[in-house]
Each structure stands twice: as C-alpha cells, then as structure tokens.
T-cell receptor, first 113, second 112 residues
C-alpha cells in the first residue's frame, strides 16, 4: 500500500528567508503524481504545486519549487522569500492516475516577521 | 473553490442523529470524492464516485453512505452519528487534464 510521510510536524522561518519541507512516500508504481497542498486557518485546501513522476524536471510555481528524487522516493517543497501569508499547514499527497489522494500528516509552517 | 460547493458550513449533531452533507459541482466532471480530516491529521478518503450511478468505498467508509444520481451532486449521509465522526468533511472533484483534485470549502461537524 502506498504511504506518505511528513516527518516535520512544525517548521518556522523568518520572513524573506527560505524553508524546505520534507516528504517521503512509498509505492511500487512507476507512474503517479505528487502534490503539495496548503491549508490556511480558513481550512480551504489549496493546491500549491504538482509533479508528474515521469518528468525529471522539478516543478516550479513562482516562489515554490520541489526537489523530486524518484529513486529515493522523496518530494520536498522549497519556499523562497517566505511571506507572512505562507503560514499554514502544508500537506504532501500522492496519487496514481485518477485514484484517491493519499495524504501525509502535514507540517505546520510558522512565518516570523 | 473551482465550482465546488458544500453545505452546511457548520453543524452540531447529537449522538444517534442523522444528516446529509451536500456537495455540488458545476463543472460536469465525473470523479468526485469525500474526505474527512480529523484534528491534526491529513485527509482520509471516505467514498468516491467515478460517475453518476457509480460509487465505491475509500479508506474509512464505516458509518457513512453516498449516492450519485447526477453528475453534479454527491451527497454524504451519516446515519446514527457518533462522537468519532466529529471532523471536517471535504468534497473534491478530479480536474483533468492536470490530474488535480479541487476541494470544496469543507463542513465542520461536531457530534456531542
């Protein structure tokens, strides 16, 4: 069975600095998708970034980028130039095709001015 | 919310009561999902549907029922509510072509 592990329950970063959130997963599949979702206090689940496993190039969305290491089954999220609005829970998730999402337990990110 | 609506936003139930959580989408997509999020945890799949008339169990289906009579609506039914069902419930829709799931705003349910 597929599993997703986020080993950092909480992280903190100074405004304008860079922070990296870790995620590892376990699967025997070769084709799948990985996602990072942001959940602010409003509880809304917001897609931050996605990565297709068949793509070697790491995905980037503005200040957010990933380090996807397929052989190591690692999928970390880097947030550059952190802003106060980045403070939220961040969830790593795995999905194969249109199957269900499997979530990690989340990392709470605090951003200090 | 990418056209995914959920009602109600909040609800308090007494043990043994029943209720239906509503989810509707206006994007004509086939795949829909119900997740629950317990405090301090990630989301877990309750039920999902690949189209009208087709539903299947997810990871934590006990105590819930679903139906999918139309593409637009995917209601989640709680029978005989229990305190263990206190959670935040999210409905999601699969969005091609990027294989993303977009979530509704959630329903916070408390069972006392």
């Amino acid at each position: 069975a597929q599993t997703v592990t986020q080993s950092q329950p909480e992280m903190s970063v100074q405004e304008a600095e860079t922070v990296t959130l870790s995620c590892t997963y376990d699967t025997s599949e070769s084709d799948y998708y990985l996602f990072w979702y942001k959940q602010p206090p409003s509880r809304q689940m917001i897609l931050v970034i996605r990565q297709e496993a068949y793509k070697q190039q790491n995905a980037t969305e503005n200040r957010f980028s990933v380090n996807f290491q397929k052989a190591a089954k690692s999928f970390s999220l880097k947030i550059s130039d952190s802003q106060l609005g980045d403070a939220a829970m961040y969830f790593c998730a795995y999905r194969r095709d249109t199957d269900k999402l499997i979530f990690g337990t989340g990392t709470r990110l605090q951003v200090f001015p | 919310n990418a056209g995914v609506t959920q009602t109600p936003k909040f609800r308090i139930l007494k043990i043994g009561q029943s209720m239906t959580l509503q989810c509707a989408q206006d994007m004509n997509h086939n795949y829909m999902y119900w997740y629950r999020q317990d405090p301090g945890m990630g989301l877990k799949l309750i039920y999902y549907s690949v189209g009208a008339g087709i539903t299947d169990k997810g990871e934590v289906p006990n105590g819930y029922n679903v139906s999918r009579s139309t593409t637009e609506d995917f209601p989640l039914r709680l029978e005989l509510a229990a305190p263990s069902q206190t959670s935040v419930y999210f409905c999601a829709v699969h969005m091609p072509p990027y294989n993303e799931q977009f979530f509704g705003p959630g329903t916070r349910l408390t069972v006392l």
